[in-house]
T-cell receptor
Framework: RKEVEQDPGPFNVPEGATVAFNCTYS??????FFWYRQDCRKEPKLLMSVYSSGNEDGRFTAQLNRASQYISLLIRDSKLSDSATYLCVVTLIRGANNLFFGTGTRLTVIP | DAGVTQSPTHLIKTRGQHVTLRCSPI?????VSWYQQVLGQGPQFIFQ???????GRGNFPDRFSARQFPNYSSELNVNALLLGDSALYLC??????????????FGEGSRLTVL
């Protein structure tokens, strides 16, 4: 079983739409959770960390449900520049570099 | 400030050959990790080095090896290349002080094609 499972999409949404991604993780001992963004043929970059209390950064909101072992990312008012692959990431040890990445969910925002 | 730099950016090898990939972390970062990203998949952890010592190893065969130098740069070596080794190899650095956010800073990667 994969450590992190994501719906690969693709999600094609119009500008201004709200879109939500979910992922599940298998190890209940997982400590830290992140969403990374990867543009086509580029390296992954941290979008935001995910906390149990939920956190928001502008149009982006991330939630963690430890009981159900799932993580979500909500993007409001989608922009063309949001088109990318969104990678769900967990690690077993806080601050460790052994990150488990999901397959990624591809988002295309359409004009 | 320079980010994580990797070389070469692209290379083509044939089966059975070996390859050495190089990485320079962000100045001040002492931890370097290597990831393999096959097309259509998320990155998969290969190695982590901190202060020149191996701190973690993913589920990769012994054909994969790495090392970290006193200046914290790192090399990833892959011997006896197979077609399935074709991938983007990403190097990432971090502070790893225990107080940082856990964010990894990735280089642009070395794209390896094995023919």
């Amino acid at each position: 079983r994969k450590e992190v499972e994501q719906d690969p999409g693709p999600f094609n949404v119009p500008e201004g739409a709200t879109v939500a991604f979910n992922c599940t993780y298998s190890n209940s001992a997982s400590q830290s959770f992140f969403w990374y963004r990867q543009d086509c043929r580029k390296e992954p970059k941290l979008l935001m960390s995910v906390y149990s209390s939920g956190n928001e950064d502008g149009r982006f909101t991330a939630q963690l449900n430890r009981a159900s072992q799932y993580i979500s990312l909500l993007i409001r008012d989608s922009k063309l520049s949001d088109s990318a692959t969104y990678l769900c990431v967990v690690t077993l040890i806080r601050g460790a570099n052994n990150l488990f990445f999901g397959t990624g969910t591809r988002l295309t925002v359409i004009p | 400030d320079a980010g994580v730099t990797q070389s070469p950016t692209h290379l083509i090898k044939t089966r059975g050959q070996h390859v050495t990939l190089r990485c320079s972390p962000i100045s001040g970062h002492k931890s370097v990790s290597w990831y393999q990203q096959v097309l259509g998949q998320g990155p998969q952890f290969i190695f982590q080095y901190y202060e020149k010592e191996e701190r973690g190893r993913g589920n990769f065969p012994d054909r994969f090896s790495a090392r970290q130098f006193p200046n914290y740069s790192s090399e990833l070596n892959v011997n006896a290349l197979l077609l399935g080794d074709s991938a983007l190899y990403l190097c990432a650095s971090s502070l790893l002080t225990g107080k940082d956010t856990g964010e990894l800073f990735f280089g642009e990667g070395s794209r390896l094609t094995v023919l």
